[in-house]
């Protein structure tokens, strides 16, 4: 159900301002209005004005959100480690790690600059050592005082290989010799070899070309082929021991400082989300106003605290609630235990506003009884009833998982309930094993009118509840027409119902006459209150009625499965065969029996139920919370 909530307005001093928006932040059971309208007189709206901050409230502000910057900066360096809880109290030391952060954020920063140069270079002999890596095998064979030269490119395209080799040709008189050989990266790479003396010609001629030749640093470039390789290993295993060092060094940090600027972080957001809140309240010449909601069972522990932390100095007063604000009130939903899961299926809907009703209630009692009248069989709620008690055993730490095995616990209790009413379990024949009475109240097989009658009764009784719950709202939200139109909807539904229960004689037809001469007196008040689309609407509502036929439709379906699981298993002429095939037609029909039922019990409140008396766009109540 909706928690009542009473609007609230806090006075005092200018000075104690943050101490009562820490409280009440302490407390989480405050939220705060920025709008005035409904909690000041307009005659006395002039007097107040927006709340300011001072010189000082302002410097403490900017100083706190520089601090969080800065320690926002340190945590960009640090690795994510595991940190152990601190009970700093930063209010008392903020000066102290301000200090220390600076020296701590050079430091961080340092580590952090060498690692990225390390990791720069890391990457530049990355690309070195796919070159040379590759050409490894054949350069490894020639000696060094061989008096041949060695030139690396990259070769662009495959073509190219041949142009490449004319070229060669031409310059060296056919003395030289060419390996490609693809990367790990799939770049094509081609080593020349040739005699020293040509090397500086053939070199001018490629640069001309356009072949790009691989270049290496200036302490690689004299040394052979064999050396370059040996050198690049041993400083990639410099460079990444490097590496390590520094991310060690950062761990260290984290483990040991980690935890206490967390704290000191945290206690800043909440510091400065308390200063932010400032924004929303108003003062006068000296004091200080804060309006907001509370709901109305917190009332007492709200004015106890602040009566016991400020004594007189600060004044909670309640305030009425007008016609106007009762679309701004924010709302909460509070049931009682038994009802709690259910606010899932509340939850996939938009908030009902405040003078409306929670549908969570009715949801908690109805939907379990769609779903079991719909699915009926006292074997399929049993293996639901032991999913659910698995379910919830091993997901209780998930609160969506939790609430919802719990509601297919309760849902899985009343399918064993309509099944022994229906004579069912794994269908007629589980029910003949167990001795249960076959159609114990009804045989959903035989009786399809009267379960066809029964759903459209439940309907009926829904829809008039519906049709009356929105009758409450508009006479609590005070649109005395809108009232006029459900009640108007309510009669004549009943008329209509009684008048064709006459035409059926199962009640007299003596009534019909009296039941048509109040429809015809209903007509005018139902065009009044409802317009020109008011017998449109009626329409709509039985309509509406006549939707709950899927009840036994969707039932009868269901039975009609079970009844072909047993049937195909006793065809086969083979015990463990037709158990097999019974395990599995049945499983089927269960998986289908879950889905099935409640997807049509949640549309019968959605879009039946629900459309006539909920009211939609409620504000969520948010206190003032802490972090």
Known sequence: ??????????????????????????????????????????????????????????????????????????????????????????????ESVNETLQRHSALCREWCRKREELRTELAELGGYSVFLGALEPHVTTIAPDSGLDFIGVTIREPAGVAE??????????????????????????????MEKDLAAKVRGILGEQHVPE???????????????????????????????????????FARRWGAIYARVRSWLDERLALLGNTVHLHRTGMCFFIHGWTPAAEVPRLTGEIRTKFGGAVLVEE??????????????????????????????????????FDPTPFIAVC??????????????????????????????????????????????????????????????VGAGLLGMKEGFIVERRQAIVPMLCFALSVGLAHILLGLLLGFITALRRKTGREAMFKLVNILAILCLVVLALSRMEIVPRLLTRPLALILIFLIPFLFFSGGVLAPLELLKSIGNIVSYARIMAIGLASVLLARVANRFAGMTGNVATGVLLAVIFHAVNIVLGVFSPAIHALRLHYVEFYSKFMVPGGRKFEPLRKG
């Open 1 to 94: 159900m909706i928690a009542r909530m009473v609007k609230i307005e806090i006075v005092g001093p200018s000075e104690l301002l943050l101490e009562v928006l820490s409280l009440l932040r302490d407390l989480e059971l405050f939220q705060i209005e920025q709008d005035i309208t409904g909690f000041v007189a307009e005659e006395d709206r002039d007097k107040v004005r927006p709340l300011l901050l001072d010189e000082k409230t302002m410097a403490e502000r900017i100083y706190c959100e520089d601090l969080r910057t800065r320690i926002d900066e340190l945590f960009a360096c640090l690795p994510r480690e595991e940190m152990r809880q601190s009970y700093l109290d930063p209010g008392d030391v903020l």
């Open 214 to 252: 691989m270049t290496f640093p200036p302490e690689l470039a004299r040394m052979p082929f064999p050396e370059k390789i040996r050198h690049l290993r041993a400083r990639t295993a410099e460079v990444t021991a490097g590496i390590a060092a520094i991310d060690g060094e950062l761990a260290r």
């Open 164 to 193: 490449l080799m004319r070229t060669l040709a031409r310059l060296t008189g056919d003395r030289f010799q060419l390996l490609t050989v693809k990367a790990g990266n799939g770049t094509l790479i081609g080593l020349i070899t």
């Open 367 to 428: 939907f379990p009884l769609f779903f079991g009248m719909i699915l009926g069989d006292a074997g399929y709620g049993l293996v639901l009833l032991i999913l659910a008690l698995i379910l919830g055993r091993v997901f209780r730490q998930r609160e969506t998982v939790r609430d919802a095995t719990r509601i297919l616990l309760v849902s899985s209790c009343y399918t064993m309930l309509f099944g022994i009413l229906y004579g069912e379990f794994f269908g007629e």
């Open 319 to 356: 305030k009425q609630i007008l016609e106007q604000d009762l679309d701004l009130v924010p709302v909460t939903l509070r049931n009682p235990p038994l009802f709690r899961p259910f606010e899932l299926f509340a939850r996939l809907l938009p908030l009902p506003r405040y003078a409306s």
